[in-house]
Protein backbone atom coordinates (compact mmCIF):
# COMPACT_ATOMS: atom_id res chain seq x y z
CA UNK A 1 0.00 0.00 0.00
CA UNK A 2 1.12 3.69 -0.48
CA UNK A 3 1.39 5.54 2.83
CA UNK A 4 2.23 8.35 4.70
CA UNK A 5 3.75 8.59 8.51
CA UNK A 6 2.98 12.47 9.21
CA UNK A 7 5.55 13.27 12.21
CA UNK A 8 8.72 11.14 12.46
CA UNK A 9 10.09 11.78 16.32
CA UNK A 10 10.45 8.27 18.27
CA UNK A 11 6.64 7.21 17.47
CA UNK A 12 6.78 8.07 13.65
CA UNK A 13 10.28 7.34 12.92
CA UNK A 14 9.82 3.85 14.18
CA UNK A 15 6.24 3.20 12.54
CA UNK A 16 7.51 4.91 9.11
CA UNK A 17 10.25 2.57 9.20
CA UNK A 18 7.90 -1.03 10.62
CA UNK A 19 5.57 -0.17 7.09
CA UNK A 20 8.47 -0.09 4.83
CA UNK A 21 9.52 -3.78 6.36
CA UNK A 22 6.10 -5.00 5.73
CA UNK A 23 6.51 -3.76 2.06
CA UNK A 24 4.78 -0.62 1.75
CA UNK A 25 5.94 2.09 0.02
CA UNK A 26 6.16 5.09 2.48
CA UNK A 27 6.32 8.71 2.73
CA UNK A 28 7.29 10.41 5.76
CA UNK A 29 6.77 13.92 6.31
CA UNK A 30 8.55 15.93 8.96
CA UNK A 31 8.85 19.69 9.11
CA UNK A 32 12.17 19.57 11.52
CA UNK A 33 14.64 20.41 9.14
CA UNK A 34 17.31 18.81 10.86
CA UNK A 35 15.71 15.84 11.83
CA UNK A 36 14.49 15.34 8.18
CA UNK A 37 17.95 15.63 6.58
CA UNK A 38 19.32 13.01 9.22
CA UNK A 39 16.49 10.34 8.41
CA UNK A 40 16.74 10.97 4.27
CA UNK A 41 20.97 10.29 5.60
CA UNK A 42 19.53 6.82 7.19
CA UNK A 43 21.15 8.47 10.11
CA UNK A 44 18.58 7.93 13.13
CA UNK A 45 18.02 11.66 15.18
CA UNK A 46 17.73 9.64 18.56
CA UNK A 47 18.60 6.20 20.25
CA UNK A 48 16.53 3.28 19.24
CA UNK A 49 18.30 -0.30 19.19
CA UNK A 50 17.50 -2.26 16.18
CA UNK A 51 15.51 0.82 14.15
CA UNK A 52 19.26 2.41 13.73
CA UNK A 53 20.30 -0.64 10.97
CA UNK A 54 16.31 -0.86 10.05
CA UNK A 55 16.75 2.80 8.90
CA UNK A 56 19.19 2.13 5.75
CA UNK A 57 17.86 -0.85 4.81
CA UNK A 58 14.54 0.65 4.41
CA UNK A 59 15.74 3.64 2.39
CA UNK A 60 17.61 1.14 0.28
CA UNK A 61 14.76 -1.10 -0.34
CA UNK A 62 13.39 2.33 -2.04
CA UNK A 63 10.18 1.82 0.46
CA UNK A 64 10.66 4.78 2.43
CA UNK A 65 11.36 8.51 0.89
CA UNK A 66 10.95 11.55 2.86
CA UNK A 67 9.78 15.02 2.71
CA UNK A 68 8.79 18.09 4.44
CA UNK A 69 5.53 19.03 3.48
CA UNK A 70 2.50 17.00 1.66
CA UNK A 71 2.45 17.41 -2.78
CA UNK A 72 0.65 15.36 -5.17
CA UNK A 73 3.27 12.54 -4.06
CA UNK A 74 1.91 12.34 -0.76
CA UNK A 75 -1.57 13.43 -1.63
CA UNK A 76 -2.21 9.97 -3.88
CA UNK A 77 -1.02 7.79 -0.92
CA UNK A 78 -4.46 5.44 0.49
CA UNK A 79 -3.65 5.74 3.90
CA UNK A 80 -1.95 8.93 6.06
CA UNK A 81 -1.10 7.70 10.01
CA UNK A 82 -0.70 10.88 11.86
CA UNK A 83 2.39 10.44 14.53
CA UNK A 84 2.80 14.19 15.66
CA UNK A 85 3.64 14.80 19.39
CA UNK A 86 0.79 15.83 22.10
CA UNK A 87 3.06 17.57 24.77
CA UNK A 88 1.93 18.78 28.00
CA UNK A 89 0.67 21.72 27.43
CA UNK A 90 2.93 25.22 29.23
CA UNK A 91 0.74 25.65 32.58
CA UNK A 92 -1.60 23.15 32.43
CA UNK A 93 -2.09 19.23 32.80
CA UNK A 94 -4.12 19.24 29.84
CA UNK A 95 -2.69 17.82 26.65
CA UNK A 96 -1.74 19.77 23.86
CA UNK A 97 -3.38 18.54 20.60
CA UNK A 98 -2.45 22.05 18.46
CA UNK A 99 0.26 19.60 16.28
CA UNK A 100 -2.20 17.39 15.68
CA UNK A 101 -5.23 19.75 14.81
CA UNK A 102 -2.15 21.29 12.66
CA UNK A 103 -1.34 17.83 10.69
CA UNK A 104 -4.92 17.19 10.16
CA UNK A 105 -5.70 20.86 8.46
CA UNK A 106 -2.83 20.32 6.40
CA UNK A 107 -3.88 16.76 5.24
CA UNK A 108 -6.86 18.26 4.47
CA UNK A 109 -5.78 20.12 2.28
CA UNK A 110 -4.39 17.59 -0.23
CA UNK A 111 -5.93 14.64 0.60
CA UNK A 112 -8.31 12.09 -1.77
CA UNK A 113 -11.31 11.07 -0.86
CA UNK A 114 -10.99 7.41 -0.58
CA UNK A 115 -8.04 7.90 1.73
CA UNK A 116 -8.11 6.83 5.28
CA UNK A 117 -6.64 8.89 7.87
CA UNK A 118 -5.26 7.10 11.05
CA UNK A 119 -4.46 8.82 14.21
CA UNK A 120 -1.91 7.28 16.27
CA UNK A 121 -1.00 10.28 18.53
CA UNK A 122 -1.90 9.98 22.23
CA UNK A 123 -4.78 12.25 22.25
CA UNK A 124 -7.62 13.12 25.23
CA UNK A 125 -11.14 11.27 24.24
CA UNK A 126 -13.17 13.49 22.07
CA UNK A 127 -10.34 14.35 19.88
CA UNK A 128 -11.03 12.84 17.24
CA UNK A 129 -14.53 13.63 16.72
CA UNK A 130 -13.30 17.52 16.74
CA UNK A 131 -10.61 16.50 13.85
CA UNK A 132 -12.87 15.12 11.49
CA UNK A 133 -15.71 18.00 11.71
CA UNK A 134 -11.86 19.98 10.89
CA UNK A 135 -11.09 18.01 8.13
CA UNK A 136 -14.67 17.66 6.55
CA UNK A 137 -14.51 21.16 6.12
CA UNK A 138 -11.44 21.54 4.60
CA UNK A 139 -11.57 18.78 2.27
CA UNK A 140 -15.44 18.74 1.00
CA UNK A 141 -16.31 15.68 1.68
CA UNK A 142 -16.77 12.79 4.45
CA UNK A 143 -13.04 11.90 5.46
CA UNK A 144 -12.52 8.22 6.55
CA UNK A 145 -11.01 9.23 9.86
CA UNK A 146 -10.17 6.30 12.35
CA UNK A 147 -8.26 6.52 15.34
CA UNK A 148 -5.17 3.48 15.96
CA UNK A 149 -3.82 3.95 18.85
CA UNK A 150 0.35 2.87 19.43
CA UNK A 151 2.15 0.79 22.14
CA UNK A 152 5.46 1.00 21.34
CA UNK A 153 7.97 1.23 24.04
CA UNK A 154 11.28 3.07 23.85
CA UNK A 155 13.85 0.69 23.61
CA UNK A 156 12.08 -2.22 21.97
CA UNK A 157 9.80 -0.24 19.60
CA UNK A 158 10.52 -1.39 16.18
CA UNK A 159 10.05 -5.17 17.82
CA UNK A 160 7.21 -3.46 19.21
CA UNK A 161 5.62 -2.29 16.14
CA UNK A 162 6.33 -5.37 14.07
CA UNK A 163 5.27 -7.80 16.58
CA UNK A 164 2.07 -5.94 18.86
CA UNK A 165 0.22 -8.01 21.88
CA UNK A 166 -2.75 -6.27 19.74
CA UNK A 167 -4.22 -3.82 17.23
CA UNK A 168 -6.68 -1.37 18.16
CA UNK A 169 -8.76 0.62 15.69
CA UNK A 170 -11.68 2.80 16.51
CA UNK A 171 -13.71 3.83 13.35
CA UNK A 172 -16.50 5.48 11.74
CA UNK A 173 -16.62 3.43 8.19
CA UNK A 174 -16.59 -0.36 7.24
CA UNK A 175 -13.59 1.28 4.80
CA UNK A 176 -11.23 2.48 7.05
CA UNK A 177 -11.62 -0.95 8.91
CA UNK A 178 -10.75 -2.85 5.31
CA UNK A 179 -7.82 -0.56 4.54
CA UNK A 180 -6.27 -0.54 8.29
CA UNK A 181 -6.76 -4.82 7.96
CA UNK A 182 -5.19 -4.42 4.48
CA UNK A 183 -1.94 -2.37 5.91
CA UNK A 184 -1.69 -4.64 9.51
CA UNK A 185 -2.45 -7.32 7.26
CA UNK A 186 1.05 -9.38 7.35
CA UNK A 187 1.03 -8.81 11.64
CA UNK A 188 -2.44 -9.61 11.54
CA UNK A 189 -1.52 -13.05 9.62
CA UNK A 190 0.15 -13.98 12.35
CA UNK A 191 -2.39 -14.13 14.87
CA UNK A 192 -1.85 -10.75 16.72
CA UNK A 193 -5.62 -9.80 17.55
CA UNK A 194 -7.23 -6.79 16.22
CA UNK A 195 -9.61 -4.69 17.64
CA UNK A 196 -12.60 -2.99 16.34
CA UNK A 197 -13.81 -0.51 18.28
CA UNK A 198 -15.76 2.82 18.30
CA UNK A 199 -13.43 5.94 17.71
CA UNK A 200 -13.55 7.16 21.46
CA UNK A 201 -13.16 3.49 23.03
CA UNK A 202 -10.14 3.22 20.93
CA UNK A 203 -8.82 7.12 21.95
CA UNK A 204 -9.31 6.05 25.65
CA UNK A 205 -7.79 2.25 25.38
CA UNK A 206 -4.18 4.18 25.32
CA UNK A 207 -4.32 6.55 27.86
CA UNK A 208 -6.14 4.15 30.43
CA UNK A 209 -3.37 2.15 29.25
CA UNK A 210 -0.90 4.47 30.87
CA UNK A 211 -2.70 5.13 33.82
CA UNK A 212 -2.78 1.79 34.52
CA UNK A 213 0.55 1.19 33.91
CA UNK A 214 1.75 4.58 36.29
CA UNK A 215 -0.70 2.94 38.81
CA UNK A 216 0.80 -0.01 39.44
CA UNK A 217 4.57 1.69 39.70
CA UNK A 218 3.22 4.02 42.17
CA UNK A 219 1.50 1.48 44.22
CA UNK A 220 4.85 -0.23 45.02
CA UNK A 221 6.45 3.26 45.17
CA UNK A 222 4.04 3.73 47.92
CA UNK A 223 4.32 0.51 49.44
CA UNK A 224 8.40 1.49 49.51
CA UNK A 225 7.04 4.46 51.34
CA UNK A 226 5.82 2.38 54.40
CA UNK A 227 8.41 0.06 54.41
CA UNK A 228 10.79 2.50 54.41
CA UNK A 229 9.80 3.60 57.98
CA UNK A 230 8.55 0.25 58.88
CA UNK A 231 12.21 -2.05 58.37
CA UNK A 232 10.30 -4.03 55.50
CA UNK A 233 11.45 -4.03 52.28
CA UNK A 234 9.45 -3.14 49.21
CA UNK A 235 11.78 -5.79 46.51
CA UNK A 236 11.29 -8.76 48.83
CA UNK A 237 7.34 -7.74 49.33
CA UNK A 238 6.71 -6.64 45.19
CA UNK A 239 8.24 -10.27 44.68
CA UNK A 240 5.86 -11.97 46.95
CA UNK A 241 2.72 -10.49 45.78
CA UNK A 242 3.82 -10.65 42.40
CA UNK A 243 4.07 -14.36 42.21
CA UNK A 244 -0.28 -14.20 42.26
CA UNK A 245 -0.37 -14.10 38.71
CA UNK A 246 -3.81 -11.47 39.27
CA UNK A 247 -1.38 -9.21 40.34
CA UNK A 248 1.73 -10.30 37.72
CA UNK A 249 5.32 -8.94 38.46
CA UNK A 250 5.78 -6.46 35.66
CA UNK A 251 5.67 -2.76 36.41
CA UNK A 252 5.97 -3.66 39.73
CA UNK A 253 9.52 -2.37 40.78
CA UNK A 254 10.32 0.27 43.71
CA UNK A 255 12.54 3.08 42.58
CA UNK A 256 12.64 6.88 41.64
CA UNK A 257 9.93 5.85 39.19
CA UNK A 258 7.74 6.55 35.30
CA UNK A 259 8.84 9.22 33.14
CA UNK A 260 9.67 9.85 29.57
CA UNK A 261 7.28 11.51 26.73
CA UNK A 262 4.62 9.49 27.64
CA UNK A 263 3.44 7.76 31.23
CA UNK A 264 3.41 11.57 33.23
CA UNK A 265 1.81 13.76 30.97
CA UNK A 266 -0.70 10.95 29.51
CA UNK A 267 -2.05 10.86 33.05
CA UNK A 268 -1.78 14.74 33.70
CA UNK A 269 -4.09 15.36 30.40
CA UNK A 270 -6.27 12.40 31.17
CA UNK A 271 -7.01 13.96 34.33
CA UNK A 272 -7.82 17.24 32.56
CA UNK A 273 -10.04 15.60 30.07
CA UNK A 274 -12.07 13.96 33.10
CA UNK A 275 -12.62 17.04 34.74
CA UNK A 276 -13.40 19.39 31.46
CA UNK A 277 -15.99 16.24 30.91
CA UNK A 278 -17.36 16.25 34.30
CA UNK A 279 -16.18 13.05 35.58
CA UNK A 280 -12.66 14.55 37.67
CA UNK A 281 -13.41 12.49 40.60
CA UNK A 282 -13.58 9.18 38.62
CA UNK A 283 -9.57 9.61 37.95
CA UNK A 284 -8.65 11.90 40.72
CA UNK A 285 -6.90 8.93 41.87
CA UNK A 286 -4.29 9.76 39.39
CA UNK A 287 -3.16 12.99 40.63
CA UNK A 288 -1.65 10.60 43.71
CA UNK A 289 -0.28 8.39 41.06
CA UNK A 290 1.35 11.37 40.26
CA UNK A 291 2.75 12.74 43.72
CA UNK A 292 4.03 9.15 44.52
CA UNK A 293 5.88 9.36 41.64
CA UNK A 294 7.46 12.82 42.10
CA UNK A 295 7.87 12.33 45.85
CA UNK A 296 10.36 9.50 45.44
CA UNK A 297 12.36 12.34 43.09
CA UNK A 298 12.09 14.18 46.85
CA UNK A 299 13.66 11.02 48.43
CA UNK A 300 16.61 10.98 46.72
CA UNK A 301 17.86 14.79 47.34
CA UNK A 302 16.55 13.93 50.97
CA UNK A 303 19.14 10.85 51.24
CA UNK A 304 21.59 12.96 49.41
CA UNK A 305 21.35 15.75 52.28
CA UNK A 306 21.32 13.09 54.73
CA UNK A 307 24.66 11.79 53.50
CA UNK A 308 26.38 14.53 52.68
CA UNK A 309 25.24 17.78 54.56
CA UNK A 310 25.13 21.21 52.75
CA UNK A 311 25.62 19.91 49.21
CA UNK A 312 27.88 22.83 48.09
CA UNK A 313 30.87 21.94 46.64
CA UNK A 314 29.80 18.33 47.06
CA UNK A 315 30.84 15.71 43.92
CA UNK A 316 28.12 13.55 43.19
CA UNK A 317 28.18 11.30 39.97
CA UNK A 318 24.94 9.83 38.18
CA UNK A 319 25.02 6.67 36.55
CA UNK A 320 22.31 6.78 33.80
CA UNK A 321 20.38 9.73 32.75
CA UNK A 322 17.50 8.74 30.36
CA UNK A 323 14.23 7.50 31.64
CA UNK A 324 15.10 4.39 30.74
CA UNK A 325 17.52 1.89 29.78
CA UNK A 326 18.02 1.50 25.42
CA UNK A 327 16.89 4.82 25.52
CA UNK A 328 17.87 8.63 25.07
CA UNK A 329 15.39 10.15 25.27
CA UNK A 330 15.31 13.00 28.58
CA UNK A 331 11.71 13.64 28.59
CA UNK A 332 10.56 13.89 32.23
CA UNK A 333 13.86 11.81 33.07
CA UNK A 334 13.81 11.27 37.02
CA UNK A 335 17.35 10.88 36.88
CA UNK A 336 17.95 14.01 35.38
CA UNK A 337 15.49 15.63 37.49
CA UNK A 338 17.21 14.41 40.51
CA UNK A 339 20.29 15.60 38.94
CA UNK A 340 19.32 19.04 38.18
CA UNK A 341 17.89 19.99 41.47
CA UNK A 342 21.24 18.33 43.34
CA UNK A 343 22.93 21.17 41.30
CA UNK A 344 20.77 23.77 41.96
CA UNK A 345 21.20 22.86 45.45
CA UNK A 346 25.19 23.02 45.17
CA UNK A 347 26.38 19.88 43.88
CA UNK A 348 28.51 19.37 40.96
CA UNK A 349 26.74 16.41 39.03
CA UNK A 350 28.83 14.41 36.98
CA UNK A 351 26.62 12.54 34.77
CA UNK A 352 27.85 9.06 32.98
CA UNK A 353 25.18 7.28 30.44
CA UNK A 354 26.42 5.39 27.46
CA UNK A 355 24.20 6.82 24.75
CA UNK A 356 22.35 10.30 25.99
CA UNK A 357 25.31 12.76 26.69
CA UNK A 358 24.89 14.14 23.26
CA UNK A 359 21.41 15.09 24.48
CA UNK A 360 22.19 15.92 27.70
CA UNK A 361 24.32 18.76 26.26
CA UNK A 362 21.33 20.54 24.69
CA UNK A 363 19.19 19.69 27.10
CA UNK A 364 20.99 20.78 30.11
CA UNK A 365 24.58 22.29 29.62
CA UNK A 366 24.70 22.84 33.52
CA UNK A 367 25.53 19.19 34.11
CA UNK A 368 28.93 17.64 33.18
CA UNK A 369 29.36 15.07 31.20
CA UNK A 370 31.87 12.59 31.51
CA UNK A 371 32.09 9.59 28.99
CA UNK A 372 34.18 6.82 30.73
CA UNK A 373 32.85 5.41 33.54
CA UNK A 374 35.88 5.46 36.02
CA UNK A 375 36.56 8.77 35.47
CA UNK A 376 32.70 9.34 36.08
CA UNK A 377 33.09 8.13 39.33
CA UNK A 378 36.46 9.73 40.35
CA UNK A 379 36.21 11.50 43.19
CA UNK A 380 32.57 11.57 43.94
CA UNK A 381 31.68 11.60 47.69
CA UNK A 382 28.60 10.55 46.63
CA UNK A 383 26.83 7.96 43.44
CA UNK A 384 23.75 7.73 42.09
CA UNK A 385 22.31 5.11 39.72
CA UNK A 386 19.57 7.19 38.39
CA UNK A 387 19.04 4.36 34.85
CA UNK A 388 19.34 0.98 35.00
CA UNK A 389 21.51 0.20 32.01
CA UNK A 390 23.04 -3.49 32.38
CA UNK A 391 26.46 -1.93 32.41
CA UNK A 392 26.12 -0.55 35.37
CA UNK A 393 24.56 -4.00 36.49
CA UNK A 394 27.63 -5.77 35.57
CA UNK A 395 30.71 -2.74 36.78
CA UNK A 396 33.10 -3.91 38.79
CA UNK A 397 32.14 -2.56 42.41
CA UNK A 398 35.81 -2.64 43.21
CA UNK A 399 36.91 -0.99 40.05
CA UNK A 400 34.83 1.96 41.32
CA UNK A 401 35.79 1.90 44.93
CA UNK A 402 39.43 2.64 44.02
CA UNK A 403 38.42 5.87 42.67
CA UNK A 404 35.65 7.32 44.19
CA UNK A 405 36.14 9.79 47.72
CA UNK A 406 33.51 8.13 49.64
CA UNK A 407 31.94 4.72 48.84
CA UNK A 408 28.43 5.13 49.31
CA UNK A 409 25.45 4.32 46.58
CA UNK A 410 21.97 5.34 46.25
CA UNK A 411 20.89 2.31 43.61
CA UNK A 412 17.44 4.53 42.52
CA UNK A 413 16.72 1.65 40.56
CA UNK A 414 16.90 -1.46 43.09
CA UNK A 415 19.14 -3.43 40.05
CA UNK A 416 22.62 -4.03 42.28
CA UNK A 417 23.33 -6.76 43.59
CA UNK A 418 23.77 -5.15 47.44
CA UNK A 419 25.68 -8.17 48.76
CA UNK A 420 28.45 -7.76 45.69
CA UNK A 421 28.24 -4.37 46.45
CA UNK A 422 29.12 -4.40 50.23
CA UNK A 423 31.47 -6.67 49.39
CA UNK A 424 33.82 -4.18 47.89
CA UNK A 425 33.60 -1.85 50.87
CA UNK A 426 30.25 0.15 49.60
CA UNK A 427 27.73 1.75 51.96
CA UNK A 428 24.52 0.66 49.54
CA UNK A 429 21.61 2.89 50.48
CA UNK A 430 18.45 1.23 47.86
CA UNK A 431 15.10 2.97 48.21
CA UNK A 432 12.29 1.28 49.94
CA UNK A 433 14.26 -1.23 51.29
CA UNK A 434 16.15 -1.34 54.74
CA UNK A 435 19.13 -2.30 53.49
CA UNK A 436 22.35 -3.47 56.81
CA UNK A 437 25.37 -2.17 55.72
CA UNK A 438 28.11 -3.28 58.01
N1 LIG B 1 7.45 7.92 22.24
C1 LIG B 1 6.74 6.83 22.51
O1 LIG B 1 7.25 5.83 23.06
C2 LIG B 1 5.28 6.78 22.18
C3 LIG B 1 4.59 5.55 22.28
C4 LIG B 1 3.22 5.51 21.98
C5 LIG B 1 2.56 6.68 21.66
N2 LIG B 1 3.25 7.86 21.60
C6 LIG B 1 2.51 9.06 21.25
O2 LIG B 1 2.89 9.39 19.93
C7 LIG B 1 2.87 10.80 19.73
C8 LIG B 1 4.23 11.25 19.23
O3 LIG B 1 5.18 10.98 20.25
P1 LIG B 1 6.74 11.06 19.98
O4 LIG B 1 7.40 10.56 21.21
O5 LIG B 1 7.05 10.43 18.68
O6 LIG B 1 6.92 12.66 19.85
P2 LIG B 1 8.10 13.48 19.19
O7 LIG B 1 8.05 14.83 19.78
O8 LIG B 1 9.36 12.65 19.27
O9 LIG B 1 7.72 13.55 17.64
C9 LIG B 1 6.72 14.34 17.08
C10 LIG B 1 7.17 14.79 15.70
O10 LIG B 1 6.09 15.41 15.00
C11 LIG B 1 6.63 16.47 14.22
N3 LIG B 1 5.56 17.40 13.83
C12 LIG B 1 5.00 18.39 14.57
N4 LIG B 1 4.04 19.02 13.86
C13 LIG B 1 3.99 18.41 12.64
C14 LIG B 1 3.20 18.59 11.47
N5 LIG B 1 2.25 19.53 11.42
N6 LIG B 1 3.41 17.77 10.42
C15 LIG B 1 4.35 16.82 10.46
N7 LIG B 1 5.13 16.60 11.55
C16 LIG B 1 4.96 17.38 12.63
C17 LIG B 1 7.69 17.06 15.12
O11 LIG B 1 8.61 17.88 14.42
C18 LIG B 1 8.31 15.82 15.73
O12 LIG B 1 9.39 15.34 14.94
C19 LIG B 1 2.45 11.38 21.08
O13 LIG B 1 1.08 11.58 21.09
C20 LIG B 1 2.84 10.29 22.07
O14 LIG B 1 2.08 10.36 23.25
C21 LIG B 1 4.58 7.93 21.83
Not at 228 to 239: C, I, N, P, R
Amino acid sequence: MKVTVIGLGYLGATHAVAMAELGHEVIGIEPDSQKLSSLAQGILPFHEPGLDAALPRAISSGRLKFQSEHNEASASADLHFICVGTPQTKGSDAADTSYVVAAAKELAAWIKPTAVVAGKSTVPVGTAANLKDVMDDIAGFDVHLAWNPEFLREGTALEDSLRPDRIVVGTWSQHSVDVLREVYGPIIATGTPFLELDVPTAELVKVSANAFLATKISFINAMAEVAEVSGADAVSLAKAIGYDDRIGSKFLRTGIGFGGGCLPKDIRGFVARAEELGVGSAVEFLKDVDAVNLRRRDKVVELANQELGDLAGKSITMLGISFKPDSDDLRDSPALEIAQRLTALGATVTVHDPVSLNSLATRSPELSREENLIEAARGAELTILGTEWKLYREVDPQELAAVVKAKTIIDGRNVLDVAKWQAADWRVIALGRNVHNG
